[in-house]
Structures are given as structure tokens and as C-alpha cells.
């Protein structure tokens, strides 16, 4: 009796005590938001060429609209775990290495231009929609590609391991099968336009305007009017429901205050004026409290 009570409650002991380990405090919490209150720090992760979402600025700063939310977000987290101050961390990640970034605890949230996918969700967690966007392309003007069915053929350029590159496999149903020419990133998949290496560059319309009216001067850009998709940005995580419902919580509030008009106007040119399936999904997520 005495080895079978002992086998079964040894291994409930430990997790326990495991447990408990994770959350003192000289030990390291698991959980992020814990890791948050405990080291007064929040390491956001940003793009440096996802314009006009997150980027390195003309001063070397991040901006961008993802990252003016998240400076928002970080505001909301310091308020309500009532710290009396919180070490804003902003930590360059790529693409490739967003997923990673955020898996390892390099960075807590991710404040780019990611699209929420169930296949990303079996790795990592999303905040409530921050944007809805299709992808498009840009050809040079000299030599236009004005339509999906032309990317036929045509060298184009994409980022590997994104949502566009699998929108790009899927054209094949269609009888449209481009040839990959592979870039790392947004400013290089414009390169490869201007200086003939691709054809065509495909990602997401209005990253593309970013790109094509902030860009260096030189061939003149042909941006298509055909979207091949409709996708929604998230800020990225790791799973923990408790960070997750504070970044929620500071994105409901800046919806919801109408702070959200200021966060628009400042990231994108004047006289843009969200979609109305932008201030539907401004509406839907104002959420209360």
C-alpha cells in the first residue's frame, strides 16, 4: 500500500512543487506576463522593413502603425500591473525569425505585419485583429504585369515561409505557376523588381505602397489593382492567456477611446481613411469591459 500510495502521489508532489519553483519570486516565471511584472521589462519584437506596419525610422527608431500600438500596448501592461516603471526593449526580428523570436522569449509580443494563420496558431498565440489586408504586387512600369494570370511564368519574388508564398503556390489550381525567386526581405523584393531580377514582387497592397512611395528614386513601379488574397494582422505571442488578454485589453481601449483615429493618421499618409472593413473590425473589437 505504502509504494503504491507513494507512485501515485510522488509525481503530483513534484508537479507541484515545479510549480510553485516557476512562480517565486527569485525564480524565473514561465508564464510571460509574470516574467513581465517581475523584471519591469517587455521586449517587443518590430520589422525593419515592413512599411508602412513596423520599420526602422529616418532617427533609427521603430515606427510604423503595429509599433504605435504596441507603444500603447506597453503603456496598458505598465497600468495594469501597476509598475512604477517598465523597460521598453525593441528587438529587430526578420520574417524568418519572428516565430522563433517569440517561442524562445527573445521577444513577448511581436509588433510587425503578421498574418494570424491556424497553422501558426499551433505554435504560438494572437492578439484580436489590428489590420485586414490583401495581397498584390508591382511590376516595373517599362514592363507591366497588370493581373494575377500574367504572374504566369514570370519570375516573382517572395518571402519564404510567409502566408504570400503559399498564396502564391495555391495559383497553381488556376493554371498560374510563377517562378519563385526568393528574397529576404520587403526592400529587396523591390530591388529585385527595379534592378530585373523578378519580374513581379508579391506581398501584402499596403506594405507595397510603402515600399513603392518611400522608396529610393530609379524605375518607376506599376502597383496591380487584383488582390490574390485576404489576410488579417495579429500582434504574435507566446501562449499564455493572461498576457493575451492584456494586449486584448489595451487594444479594445485604444478601439474603444477613439485613440485608434490618432494611431491612423500618424502611420499612414494624409488623407488615408480606414476601410469600412477597418472600422468594422475597429467597431467588433472595441470591446468592454
Same mark, same amino acid.
Given at each position: @500500500?505504502?509504494?503504491? $500510495?507513494?507512485?501515485?502521489?510522488?509525481?503530483?508532489?513534484?508537479? *507541484?512543487l515545479? &510549480?510553485?519553483?516557476?512562480?517565486?519570486?527569485?525564480?524565473?516565471?514561465? =508564464?510571460s506576463?509574470? #516574467?513581465?511584472?517581475?523584471?519591469?521589462?517587455?521586449?517587443?519584437?518590430? #520589422?525593419?522593413?515592413?512599411?508602412? $506596419? &513596423? $520599420?526602422?525610422?529616418? =532617427?533609427?527608431?521603430?515606427?510604423?502603425?503595429? !509599433?504605435?500600438?504596441?507603444?500603447?500596448?506597453? &503603456?496598458?501592461?505598465?497600468?495594469?500591473?501597476?509598475?512604477?516603471?517598465?523597460?521598453?526593449?525593441?528587438?529587430?526580428?526578420?520574417?524568418?525569425?519572428?516565430?522563433?523570436?517569440?517561442?524562445?522569449?527573445?521577444?513577448?509580443?511581436?509588433?510587425?505585419?503578421?498574418?494570424?494563420?491556424?497553422?501558426?496558431?499551433?505554435?504560438?498565440? $494572437?492578439?484580436?485583429?489590428?489590420?485586414?489586408? %490583401?495581397? &498584390?504586387?508591382v511590376?516595373?512600369?517599362?514592363?507591366p504585369?497588370?493581373?494575377?494570370? =500574367?504572374?504566369?511564368?514570370?519570375?516573382?519574388?517572395?518571402?519564404?515561409? *510567409?502566408?504570400?508564398?503559399?498564396?502564391?503556390?495555391?495559383?497553381?489550381?488556376?493554371?498560374?505557376?510563377?517562378?519563385?525567386?526568393?528574397?529576404?526581405?520587403?526592400?529587396? %523584393?523591390?530591388?529585385?523588381? #527595379?534592378?530585373g531580377?523578378?519580374?513581379?514582387?508579391v506581398?501584402?497592397?499596403?506594405?507595397?505602397?510603402g515600399e513603392?512611395?518611400?522608396?529610393?528614386?530609379?524605375? *518607376?513601379?506599376?502597383?496591380?489593382?487584383d488582390?490574390?488574397?485576404m489576410?488579417?494582422?495579429?500582434? @504574435?505571442?507566446?501562449?499564455?492567456?493572461?498576457?493575451?488578454?492584456?494586449?486584448? #485589453?489595451?487594444?479594445?481601449?485604444?478601439?474603444?477611446? %477613439?485613440?485608434? !483615429?490618432?494611431?491612423?493618421?500618424?502611420?499612414?499618409?494624409?488623407?488615408?481613411?480606414?476601410?469600412?472593413?477597418?472600422?468594422? !473590425?475597429?467597431?467588433?473589437?472595441?470591446?468592454?469591459?
Amino acid at each position: @500500500m505504502h509504494s503504491r $500510495f507513494l507512485a501515485v502521489v510522488a509525481p503530483l508532489w513534484m508537479a *507541484t512543487l515545479l &510549480s510553485a519553483c516557476a512562480n517565486v519570486p527569485g525564480g524565473a516565471p514561465r =508564464d510571460s506576463l509574470a #516574467r513581465i511584472g517581475q523584471s519591469q521589462t517587455l521586449r517587443l519584437g518590430y #520589422r525593419e522593413d515592413a512599411k508602412p $506596419f &513596423s $520599420f526602422k525610422g529616418v =532617427d533609427g527608431a521603430p515606427a510604423g502603425y503595429s !509599433v504605435e500600438l504596441c507603444k500603447r500596448v506597453a &503603456s496598458s501592461v505598465q497600468s495594469q500591473l501597476k509598475l512604477a516603471k517598465l523597460d521598453v526593449q525593441w528587438i529587430p526580428v526578420t520574417a524568418a525569425t519572428r516565430m522563433q523570436a517569440v517561442n524562445d522569449g527573445s521577444v513577448d509580443l511581436e509588433c510587425g505585419s503578421t498574418s494570424r494563420t491556424l497553422s501558426r496558431e499551433q505554435q504560438v498565440d $494572437f492578439s484580436n485583429t489590428i489590420w485586414v489586408e %490583401g495581397a &498584390s504586387f508591382v511590376s516595373l512600369a517599362s514592363s507591366p504585369i497588370g493581373r494575377s494570370v =500574367d504572374l504566369n511564368g514570370k519570375r516573382v519574388g517572395v518571402i519564404p515561409g *510567409t502566408t504570400t508564398e503559399q498564396v502564391l503556390k495555391g495559383l497553381s489550381s488556376r493554371g498560374i505557376v510563377p517562378i519563385f525567386v526568393t528574397v529576404q526581405t520587403h526592400t529587396d %523584393g523591390i530591388a529585385a523588381v #527595379r534592378d530585373g531580377r523578378a519580374d513581379a514582387y508579391v506581398t501584402d497592397r499596403l506594405i507595397l505602397v510603402g515600399e513603392v512611395t518611400g522608396g529610393p528614386a530609379g524605375a *518607376t513601379l506599376l502597383l496591380s489593382d487584383d488582390y490574390l488574397s485576404m489576410e488579417s494582422y495579429s500582434l @504574435m505571442m507566446r501562449r499564455d492567456p493572461n498576457l493575451r488578454l492584456a494586449v486584448n #485589453r489595451a487594444l479594445a481601449e485604444t478601439y474603444r477611446s %477613439g485613440e485608434i !483615429v490618432k494611431v491612423f493618421r500618424q502611420s499612414f499618409p494624409p488623407g488615408t481613411v480606414p476601410s469600412q472593413l477597418m472600422e468594422a !473590425v475597429y467597431v467588433l473589437n472595441a470591446l468592454p469591459e
